[in-house]
């Protein structure tokens, strides 16, 4: 059974920064790209940074770029994502997604499994 478990997510003021991570289990992490999505309240899902699965090639939303980092451990099956310069409008509920191998990158509909999401709050 494909698991995917966030943490790390919080209450932290504007221009702090937060880890995110991402454990996953049953199936072959090292063989699938995977990416993090976040859904800020009342909107629709956004895609904000994917990376490979040799971890070598990384992408991010403009909205994100500069600011946030994807990384992964294949070794020890977890995803990351290190935010720094947070702003108000971070503020969403995060999720890691698995993709499926085919399709846009930065489309949500191109992920098949998804964790439970760990909230990000960003306030003063």
């Known amino acids: 059974e494909v698991q995917l478990v966030e943490s790390g997510g919080g209450l932290v003021q504007p221009g702090g920064s937060l880890r995110l991570s991402c454990a996953a289990s049953?199936?072959?992490?090292?063989?699938?790209?995977m990416s993090w999505v976040r859904q800020a309240p009342g909107k629709g899902l956004e895609w904000v940074s994917g990376i490979n699965s040799g971890g070598g090639s990384t992408s991010y939303a403009d909205s994100v770029k500069g600011r946030f980092t994807i990384s992964r451990d294949n070794a020890k099956n977890t995803l990351y994502l290190q935010m720094n310069s947070l702003k108000p409008e971070d503020t969403a509920v995060y999720y890691c997604a698995k993709y499926k191998g085919f399709g846009y990158y930065s489309d949500p509909n191109n992920y098949d499994y998804w964790g439970q999401g760990t909230q990000v709050t960003v306030s003063s």
């Open positions: 049953g199936f072959t992490f090292s063989s699938y790209a």
